[in-house]
Structure formats: structure tokens, C-alpha cells
């Protein structure tokens, strides 16, 4: 398997095939060396065009070059979450967790300065940082106001400012 960056793509075509409705697409891809490679990729229709970096190998069939996309990389068999893309996942999961936080009351404001440590805390767990179960329940606090009263109504976190 080897990780390629799309320089180029131009949707050719859609098809009916026994999995679905599929696009075609022909590609310019740069290998990790820079050279670049022409071939073709299907994707069903309900899948993004083909962009950034991929993940796979370019087979030659009597069609000619074929990208074939690797199991578990990103958009491939259902793929997403915390695979798919890390960082990504862990802001979501910051943000989670400083939403229920809020709810809690235990915050009351947040910075954009505070949330990065936490984000760092979850793609560190995300990507196997973890050292043992119990540093999942002890995600360090972020610096925010801590001031509530007991009797104050719930935060909308869509009011924080980052």
C-alpha cells in the first residue's frame, strides 16, 4: 500500500453495476517520490470525488491503471471516525465533552487557547497514546472561569466564543 496525493481529477461518467450506482473517475496522482501516475477510480455516487491524499495501490488491468483504495483508509468500507482522521475526531470529541461540561456548569466560557490541550489529550488517546483505562476518565481540565450558581439555567454551548 502506499499514500498518493491527487493533482488532478475529472469525473468521466456514471454506471449502474450489481453494487450501485458508480462514478468514474480518471486521476493524476503523485506518488510519494512526486512522480506522477495516470489511472482510473470507481466510487459510488454517494462518495466525495477523490481529493487530498489516498491510500492504496494502482493495479494494472487489461482496462489499463486501476487505483484500488485501501480497507480502513478513509471513506473506504463504511470508514470514518476516529481512523479516518484523528485530529479531526478529537476536536469533535473536545468539543463533546466541553459541551457537557457546560451543561454541567463546570464551565462557563472557553478559549480557543483552553480547548487545544484537550484536543491534544483526545487525538493522543485516539491514535493509541493511551497508556492504561483509567487515563480516559482523567482528561486534563481546561483553564476556564469556574464561577456558576447552583441555581443558574443551563449554557447553550453555541454562545462560547473560540
Not at 493495479?59 to 476516529?82: I, L, N, P, R
Amino acid at each position: 500500500m502506499s499514500k498518493f496525493t491527487v493533482k488532478n481529477c475529472l469525473k468521466t461518467g456514471e454506471r449502474q453495476t450489481d453494487f450501485g450506482q458508480m462514478a468514474d473517475y480518471a486521476l493524476s496522482l503523485a506518488d510519494p517520490n512526486g512522480n506522477e501516475i495516470g489511472c482510473t477510480w470507481s466510487r459510488k455516487v454517494t462518495s466525495p470525488a477523490p481529493s487530498g491524499e489516498i491510500e492504496g495501490d494502482i493495479e494494472e488491468t487489461k482496462w489499463g491503471k486501476k487505483f484500488k483504495q485501501a480497507k480502513g483508509s478513509f471513506g473506504s468500507f463504511g470508514g470514518g471516525g476516529a481512523k479516518a482522521n484523528p485530529r479531526e475526531h478529537a476536536q469533535e470529541m473536545a468539543l463533546r465533552y466541553c459541551e457537557i461540561q457546560a451543561t454541567l456548569g463546570a464551565i462557563t466560557s472557553l478559549s480557543k487557547e483552553a480547548l487545544l490541550p484537550l484536543v491534544d489529550w483526545f487525538a493522543k488517546d485516539a491514535t493509541g497514546g493511551s497508556t492504561s483505562p483509567a487515563q480516559t476518565f482523567s482528561a486534563p481540565q481546561p483553564t476556564m472561569e469556574q464561577t456558576r450558581p447552583e441555581d443558574a439555567p443551563e449554557i447553550d454551548i453555541s454562545e462560547f466564543t473560540l
